[in-house]
């Protein structure tokens, strides 16, 4: 019978080290992994209509910055829309509501408007910007897009002749109707009153421009946002400025 070949002590320790290198080189190898998401500085340009991850992404970033939106659900809708206006707004780049370079760099830079006041609960109308800021303790919570006096002249309900302003000041709202509130120019929806027959509103159409009569307009699920979330509550402090 043939004896069993022993191998000498330094070539089994050998054997072993290369045993263990291609063992290890194995468990080591680079997993292929999918390609990450693209940055929120680059990619497609974006509009009403776009659908997919990249438009999840700018509804995460703008949900982020603070810029209201109704939910998170890679659909470029009219609420979307109204985010990026806002955030174009404050950006001080073209209002037009879509996701271009200047928007996605935007984006990237963490563009929000600061708060005027330091302290208190209470609304900020931004009527250079067309913002509508709610602040708590000097921090801006939610930004909002919103449409103001136009500073067009038109007839009034009495027949004199008036121009479509947002008065500056500090007031407190001192009304509110939970519903369509009919008045002479039309319905307001679920409105809060805050000086005499100017409210915070909420309307079918707000274009990036002041478009209003004196109100202050915001999407109708913006306005329902305000009402749920109790940032413009009766006795709530509203900053025109």
């Known amino acids: ?70 939910g998170v659900d890679g659909q470029f809708g ?7 206006v806002a955030l174009q707004k404050a950006a001080g780049i073209a209002r037009d509501g879509v996701v271009g370079p200047d928007t996605r760099a935007a984006l990237a830079e963490g ?15 931004d009527l250079d910007r067309q913002l509508l800021l709610v602040v708590s303790g000097g921090e801006v919570e939610r930004i909002v897009n919103t449409s103001t006096g136009s500073g ?26 939970d519903s369509w509130d009919p008045g002479p120019y039309g ?3 679920r409105p809060k009153y805050f000086n005499r027959g100017i409210a915070v509103h909420g309307y079918p159409s707000v274009p990036p421009e002041p478009a209003s009569k004196g109100c202050a307009r915001v999407s109708l699920a913006a306005m329902d946002w305000l009402w749920e979330s109790g940032s413009l509550d009766v006795h709530t402090t509203v900053l025109v400025r």
């Open 1 to 70: 019978m043939a004896t069993p070949r022993v191998l000498p002590v330094r070539q089994l320790t050998v054997a072993l080290a290369v045993a263990l290198v291609s063992v290890f080189a194995l468990v080591a190898a680079p997993v292929a992994h999918a390609a990450p998401a693209a940055s929120i500085g680059a990619g497609p340009e974006l509009r009403q209509g776009s659908t997919g991850p990249e438009v999840s992404a700018v509804q995460e970033r703008l949900t982020e910055l603070g810029y209201w939106i109704d």
């Open 78 to 84: 009219f609420h979307t829309e109204q985010a990026v």
């Open 111 to 125: 563009v929000r408007p600061g708060a005027r006041t330091s302290s208190g609960d209470l609304v900020e109308i």
């Open 152 to 177: 067009q002249p038109y007839e009034a309900s009495d027949g004199t002749e008036r121009i479509a302003t947002t008065p500056t000041g500090t007031y407190t709202v001192f009304r509110e109707v």
């Open 187 to 189: 319905a307001l929806y």
